[in-house]
């Protein structure tokens, strides 16, 4: 462990608060990347059985309230910080590498991943046309086929640069990958008569709030809020 990864696993107060630092980016870019698409892209990109640009189910309705700040993610972020910090504390020096790569990797990542979704829906506000309905499951799976290309990614420089702190990135990231495929399971199957929402033989959305948060501003009718009864 080199540079800034051996100064702060010597300083376990400062691991805690770059903690809680990555953990509110990671918050902040799923917010704005649903602010983005809310206003820009609602009529292109889509989700379906729940529309969403959050993958973990637990925390849906919370982006979709679109605070920067919101209680229900400081409310784990926080204690998770704080304990992050007295592991770091607690556990032996040769180990420290080990657990900020995998700790850090984890945000680092999705980070990464929700900044290249953000400046993607930015550069679709021109020359899109038509709109794209997405299953749940289909979208955890090709999420999990990119945590497989940065997994491999990682796992290169784990063996090339021998960094301890590198291996625990990558451990992160199949970590990662192992949650797209666990929410893959918990999310209903697609039926072999799967169609488009518009056509109506799905329940999209999460109420009449969610549809409000994501109507785009031009005015355009809400086609797509019909819902099966």
């Known amino acids: 462990m080199t540079g800034l990864a051996e100064w702060f696993g010597s300083h376990p107060v400062a691991t805690g608060v770059a903690t809680l630092i990555l953990m509110l980016v990671d918050w902040s870019l799923t917010v704005l990347q649903h602010r983005e698409r809310a206003k820009y892209s609602a009529n292109h990109y889509r989700s379906y059985p729940v529309d969403t640009v959050e993958g973990n189910p637990s925390l849906q309705k919370a982006v979709a309230r679109a605070h920067l700040l919101e209680p229900q993610h400081l409310v784990v972020a926080v204690p998770v910080s704080a304990l992050v910090a007295a592991t770091v504390w607690w556990i032996p020096v040769v ?125 355009a009718p809400a086609r797509w809020s019909r819902r099966r009864r």
């Not at 990464?112 to 749940?136: C, D, E, F, K, P």
């Not at 999310?187 to 549809?211: F, K, L, Q």
């Open 95 to 219: 180990a420290r590498p080990l657990l900020l790569g995998y700790v850090w990797g984890l945000f680092f990542i999705v980070s990464a991943t929700h900044l290249g979704n953000l400046l993607g829906y930015i550069g679709s506000r021109r020359g899109i046309h038509g709109r794209v309905w997405m299953h749940q499951r289909t979208g955890y799976a090709v999420q999990a086929g990119r945590y497989v290309g940065v997994t491999a990614l990682l796992a290169a420089l784990a063996v090339c640069s021998g960094s301890v702190f590198v291996i625990g990135a990558a451990v992160a990231s199949v970590t990662s990958m192992a949650r797209q495929l666990v929410w893959i399971r918990r999310t209903p199957a697609i039926p072999d008569d799967d169609a488009a929402p518009e056509a109506g033989v799905t329940n999209v959305g999460s109420g009449e709030a969610a549809e409000q948060a994501l109507a785009p501003d031009d005015g």
